[in-house]
């Protein structure tokens, strides 16, 4: 399991790396509702191609992290030690964003934002992904 996981866990940060990577040269599919709005539908930032390319970078970075840690990478001279905070590091990032800033994203979200297109998905899947890739970040490393 201490092998699998982390390759599912890699498998899920390609799959949101290559609709970052989508977005940040110019395609729309799911872009609009894959951002916050308020309660009349008005987004609440609009990330510009740079942005979203460093999002899709960053997740690549924490599929790299996942598969070194199962040993499916063998970088030289890397610590043990540091993998296993860099996991620590993203279990955290994860459980934060699904817990949410208690107005609009995450599970702590105001209710009049539920009935968004994006608070709806949020609810539905955002989150719940979340949460699944921040526990299943700490259950490999317990």
């Not at 395609?27 to 191609?49: C, K, S």
């Not at 955290?92 to 995450?106: N, Q």
């Not at 994006?118 to 979340?130: A, E, H, N, V």
Request: hydrophobic residues 55%; contains cysteine.
């Amino acid at each position: 399991m201490e092998q699998y996981l982390p390759f599912l866990n890699a498998f899920i940060f390609l799959v949101l790396a290559s609709v970052h990577f989508y977005w940040a040269f110019g395609g729309r599919w799911a872009f609009d509702v894959a951002i916050p709005t308020d309660v009349n539908g008005r987004h609440l930032f609009r990330p510009n191609a740079v942005n979203t390319l460093m999002v899709a970078i960053g997740l690549l970075g924490f599929a790299a992290v996942n598969l070194v840690y199962a040993g499916w990478i063998y970088p030289e001279e890397l610590a043990k030690e540091y993998i296993r905070f860099l996991m620590a590091s993203i279990a955290f990032i994860f459980a934060l964003r699904a817990m949410g800033d208690f107005r609009y994203i995450g599970f702590t979200k105001r209710r009049s934002h539920y009935r968004t297109s994006f608070g709806k998905r949020d609810t539905k899947l955002y989150s719940p992904l979340c949460l699944l890739l921040a526990f299943s970040h700490l259950f490999v490393l317990l």
